[in-house]
């Protein structure tokens, strides 16, 4: 990001940035102007390559990367005039953050076992960035919080009767479901034929028939993986369980076993070991999960009002809507 000196004749400067350099005019595309700033095309592409290398390092699925990669070309633009705009109005209001800026470097010395400031520039560097821009993006970053902190987010409040009445309208939200504690005995139908599988369930019915524990038949006649675990399968909340399983399930009350459920990967004797019932949480134990719902709602909203008007009472010019394009 350059710097426009105030009272520039526009027509002058649109469309292009001269940097001297050696006694030589190099001559940078414009990319958008904010105020007194300006986006270049290389400041552009920049921040796009880093983004990009951040998003490349996720290792997400193709079509969820594209997604991403998509809305980057769309947003990146936007969002670095909201950040100079952000930044621009930190410096208006005389905010400094050098104490929280300390506090911040000894905060990630303590967590990264780091003993000295010149150990914490090494492993800076060691990633491929200068310390001092390191710095400079921290502390940037910093004073545009500091700008919606004081602008938007320490205005918010709260009303005690907005909170009920979510609480009220929301109940499915603070309602614990049931959970089940599940033990089985499982037994793989690859490579058997139906005949072959009766004989098997057979043997276990007739093993618990005999009095067996539910555990000993499962670690002598389970496949894996219930042999190892001795046919425990595991706690479950409603809607987590295969349907199939959790449709035999829902009909047993605890310490009952379930008839023999056929699933794609084979045969399942379920034997339900505890059945804790859904509740609805009271409102002491919600409510400060309700006052951050609200908050974050309102603190998001507040937000994008108070940029979009920031924005309103500023000049902005894009010049290139997509910088990318030749």
């Known amino acids: 990001m350059k710097k426009i000196i105030t009272g520039l004749v526009l027509a002058g400067i649109l469309g292009s940035a001269a940097v001297f350099a ?8 414009i990319v958008a102007v904010v105020n007194d700033d300006i986006i270049t095309l290389s400041d552009y592409r920049q921040q796009f390559d880093m983004t990009v290398a951040q998003l490349r390092s996720a290792q997400l699925p193709q079509e969820e990367y594209d997604k991403q990669y998509a809305m980057i070309k769309k ?49 800076i560097e060691q990633q491929g960035m200068s310390y001092e821009t390191w710095l400079k993006q921290y502390e940037e970053g910093m004073m545009r919080q500091g700008v919606l902190y004081t602008e938007v987010e320490r205005a918010i409040v709260l009303e005690d009767s907005e909170i009920v009445q979510y609480y009220k309208k929301n109940p499915a939200e603070f309602t614990t479901p049931t959970e089940y504690k599940l033990s089985a ?29 539910f555990a000993d038949a499962a670690a002598e006649l389970s496949d894996p993986p219930m042999k190892e675990a001795k046919g425990d399968l595991g706690t479950f909340k409603a809607g987590e369980l295969d349907e199939t399983l959790e449709s035999a399930v829902k009909k047993l009350k605890a310490g009952e076993t379930s008839a023999w459920v056929n699933t794609k990967n084979g045969w399942y004797l379920l034997l339900l070991a505890e059945k804790t019932d859904s509740f609805l949480r009271p409102f002491e ?9 609200l908050y974050d709602e309102k603190r998001v909203a507040k937000g994008e009002e108070y940029i979009k008007t920031l924005r309103e009472r500023s000049y902005v010019r894009i010049l290139k809507p997509d910088p990318l394009e030749r």
Do not use: F, H, W
């Open 285 to 293: 134990d919600a409510k400060k999960e309700v006052e951050e719902k």
């Open 185 to 213: 005995v499982y037994l793989a139908t690859e490579g058997r034929t139906a005949e072959e599988c009766e004989t098997l369930k057979a043997g276990v019915d007739a093993k618990l028939k005999g009095g067996a524990p």
């Open 75 to 123: 947003e990146l633009l936007n969002s670095m005039i909201t950040e100079i705009l952000l930044l621009q109005k930190a410096r208006e209001l005389g905010l400094n953050v050098g104490e929280q800026l300390k506090a911040m470097i000894e905060k990630i010395k303590a967590e990264n076992n780091i003993t000295s400031d010149a150990d914490l520039r090494r492993a």
């Open 22 to 29: 050696g006694g030589q005019e190099v001559v940078e595309e």
